[in-house]
């Protein structure tokens, strides 16, 4: 194995951002994050000023979603959301942009609504992820390609100060032929494509889809650094089990297809 569990663990925002959570669903959510030692928690606004003192002196960060889950928000209800939830404590900021607007091309709109949220975020020393969500980018948009329509998202977002870009808010559903719905989450084709349409200087994460540590493993190979997982127990837990028996070699596989 190329990775320690540390270096794995550290990829992991452990998502407690379904609508059902209760106040004591969050707090065991949190207190699953400080045990599994991963990267940061990423909570509802409301629950910011709690994760902070649930995960105080754990080492893990808190993150918060902001224009969650659709985008649509008014940007400066976007700058402002995330103004509260940085002086709540916040070490992060996952932001969803206005899809309407990049599809109808309105790319200075796009660009200066990610940079509001960048600008403010960067003021209080956090960190921002701006979500996509390329499950809606399947035909493109704007005259573009869908890949074409992902590579301006990404330059957009790096010119507007972001610090990953990110696949997927998990919660992105596509209605289907037969009247259900479903996504896909995080590609492997994706992850490579926002790679390498960033700089080094700009992460990517990877959200829905990615359900086991050979997922993990993967998104990692593929230059991703980020992960939002409800998963963490099973994935971690995975690690140590193949650890102590001696089979962490060659460990590695594909990202699975649906949920967070």
């Not at 590579?151 to 808010?169: I, N, P, Q, Y």
Request: aromatic share 8%; with cysteine.
């Amino acid at each position: 194995m190329k990775y320690s569990y540390s270096d794995l663990a550290k990829m992991i925002d452990h998502s407690l951002l379904h609508p059902t959570m209760t106040d004591g669903d969050l707090e065991a959510g949190c207190k699953l994050a400080a045990q599994y030692q991963v990267a940061s928690v990423c909570i509802k606004p409301y629950a910011v000023k709690q994760a902070v003192e649930w995960l105080r002196g754990s080492g893990v960060l808190v993150g918060c979603v902001i224009g969650f889950p659709h985008g649509n928000s008014a940007t400066e209800s976007k700058r402002y959301e995330t103004e509260l939830a940085c002086k709540d404590g916040a070490n992060e900021i996952d932001m969803v942009v206005n899809l309407g607007k990049a599809l109808s091309g309105d790319w200075s709109y796009v660009e200066a609504d990610v940079k509001a949220v960048c600008d403010e975020a960067h003021k209080h020393g956090a960190k921002v992820k701006v979500i996509f969500e390329n499950d809606y980018l399947t035909n493109g948009g704007a005259g573009l390609i869908s890949d074409d329509f992902k590579r301006k998202l990404c330059e957009l977002c790096e010119r507007a100060g972001a610090d990953w870009v990110k696949t997927s808010t998990g919660y992105g559903f596509v209605k289907q032929a037969d009247g259900s719905y479903n996504y896909k989450g995080a590609t492997e084709h994706d992850l490579a494509l926002m790679r390498a349409s960033c700089s080094p200087k700009v992460q990517v994460k990877a959200a829905g889809g990615v359900r086991d540590l050979d997922g993990l493993i993967k998104v990692r190979d593929l230059g991703g650094s980020r992960c939002g997982a409800t998963a963490t127990a099973a994935m971690m837990d995975d690690y140590r089990k193949r650890e102590a028996a001696g089979t962490l070699a060659g460990a590695g596989g594909k990202i699975g297809s649906g949920g967070y």
